[in-house]
């Protein structure tokens, strides 16, 4: 049987995604890996989390949006900048809640999480920036 069009171009896609360095978005029921852009904008300022950055790349939960919802069980998460960029490479994982409450921590932060909650996850790059709109690739583990 030979492949379709639309079969050719997401092997296609997805051979393009990992040659990048970067995984597609793979869901789990407790894990989930999204590759995100890269958008570069300075921000912050001081020595509160996440401090002065360069840019960021957010998560999306499965309809484009940034509060991700997890499932149901769920006690606490884990979120981490998976990217494996070289060092100087320097970034800041931030979830904030629809509570108001916020966690943050280099490179990966652990949080109390409950499926009654929404939740936005941001990883900010401090240096050296990536190029405008490279792929980062996020990961969030659910327990």
Known sequence: MKPSGVQIASILTLAALLFAGCATYL????NTTQCDPFTKKSGGSGSGCPGTYKGYAKMTNSVGTFWITP???TTNGTFTDASGLPAPYLSVAYVSCNNFMVWCNTNSVTFPA???HQYQLTVYVKSPPPTNGQPM???V???
């Open 27 to 30: 869901p789990t029921e407790s």
């Open 71 to 73: 499932p149901a069980g």
């Open 114 to 116: 409950t499926s009654s």
């Open 137 to 139: 690739n996020l990961q």
């Open 141 to 143: 583990t659910w327990q």
